[in-house]
């Protein structure tokens, strides 16, 4: 079976769209709709028609675009259930274990709350990618708007136990920046500080650091890695439960 192609684009101010394309059956969705008119000119760059959405969570900055695509292509739009009334233009509601189908790719939904209380993450196992909006960041993850440090512990805990190779695209690029964070949590971690340097000359040359997988995230981003000997003596809490260390990482960013 043919792979989804998958094609990523920047849109909004640090935002990123995600089209994934079926190549034997045509179909086409966008993970999230950030904004309608940038997703209608990679759709037409790409010769690809809309047939989905796949919503991630209720977020203006990635819901802006539902009314105007599905008024110029007729696309299905799926989200998650636990938001269904704060995502206007919503087709079909979604819950963990649910299977999503793009063509003949195969998506199965993560329930990934946390940032949001309803936030979904899409996982494409036969192509090895997973989508999850404001989860999980490259050497990051989302703030903890509509939940606690347990619930997000829980839900990025089901990422990290993906594949390793498994791609992970993300809502945003903030790489650089994180990395900055993650280099005061771990000084010394080697695969950090290799991450650093490479986001950082992607930065200045306006590349993307993204997509990731779960394998370097595993290695480098101190929000999958409360386990850390070196972070929990850092923060001096060896020995404490996983969530509460992953809980006092999150507060030292936001005051970052
Ligand atoms: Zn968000």
Request: hydrophobic residues 35%; charged residues 25%; aromatic residues 6%.
């Amino acid at each position: 079976m043919a792979k989804l192609e998958i094609y990523q684009f920047p849109t909004r101010s640090d935002n990123y769209g995600v089209l994934i394309h079926d190549p034997e059956t045509g179909a086409t969705a966008a993970i999230d709709a950030p904004e309608a008119d940038p997703i209608l000119a990679a759709l037409q760059d790409k010769g690809w028609t809309l047939s989905d959405i796949l919503i991630t969570h209720h977020h203006a900055d990635h819901t802006a675009g539902i009314a105007a695509l599905k008024q110029k292509t007729g696309c299905t739009v799926y989200g998650p259930a636990r938001e269904a009334g704060l995502i206007p233009g919503l087709d079909v509601e979604v819950k963990e274990g649910d299977r999503v189908e793009i063509g003949n790719a195969k998506g199965r939904v993560i329930e990934t709350p946390g940032h949001t209380r309803g936030h979904v993450s899409y996982y494409f196992p036969e192509d090895g990618a997973v989508f999850v909006g404001d989860t999980l960041f490259s050497v990051g993850c989302g703030k903890l708007l509509e939940g606690d440090a347990p619930t997000m512990w829980t839900s990025l805990s089901k990422l990290a136990a993906l594949p390793p190779e498994t791609e992970v695209y993300c809502g945003h690029e903030y790489t650089d920046a994180n990395c900055r964070f993650a280099l005061t949590v771990e000084p010394d971690n080697e695969a950090l500080k290799a991450r650093a340097g490479e986001a950082a000359e992607n930065a200045a040359q306006g590349r993307p650091s993204l997509p990731s997988t779960i394998g370097q995230e595993l290695a480098t981003n101190p929000f999958l890695r409360p386990s850390s000997a070196a972070i929990q003596k850092r923060l001096g809490m060896e020995g404490q439960p996983l969530d509460a260390i992953f809980g006092e990482v999150r507060r030292r960013k936001d005051r970052f």
